[in-house]
Nanobody, 115 residues
Framework: QVQLVESGGGLVQAGGSLRLSCAAS????????MGWYRQAPGKQRELVAD???????NYADSVRGRFTISRDGAKLTVYLQMNSLKPEDTAVYYC?????????WGQGTQVTVSS
């Protein structure tokens, strides 16, 4: 079992920045990769970014160059720095951890970008 606790999120104006954090506990030594997904109203959940244990990041085209994912290996905490936010980034953001093909999810945190 893996538990994920998210923090961050909130309301920001377009062009602003936010930082999300996700702390993992439990069977953390088997997590690979770990990252963030988002789901906007009426849309499917989509990958935003993830990062492997070897610190190799992967980004959705829509956020590449604006968002940066990083991890603290010792604490197994993953961060998502979101800059130059756009109204279309508005969504519930979910932390995700994959353990040998099984997905674990955080409770979700709302990010709202006003125009």
């Amino acid at each position: 079992q893996v538990q994920l606790v998210e923090s961050g999120g909130g309301l920001v104006q377009a062009g602003g920045s936010l930082r999300l954090s996700c702390a993992a506990s439990g069977r953390i030594f088997r997590i690979n990769p770990m990252g963030w997904y988002r789901q906007a109203p009426g849309k499917q959940r989509e990958l935003v970014a993830d990062i492997t244990r070897s610190d190799s990041p992967n980004y959705a085209d829509s956020v590449r160059g604006r968002f940066t994912i990083s991890r603290d290996g010792a604490k197994l905490t993953v961060y998502l720095q979101m800059n130059s936010l756009k109204p279309e980034d508005t969504a519930v953001y979910y932390c995700n951890a994959n353990v040998l093909g099984e997905d674990y999810w955080g409770q979700g945190t709302q990010v709202t970008v006003s125009s």
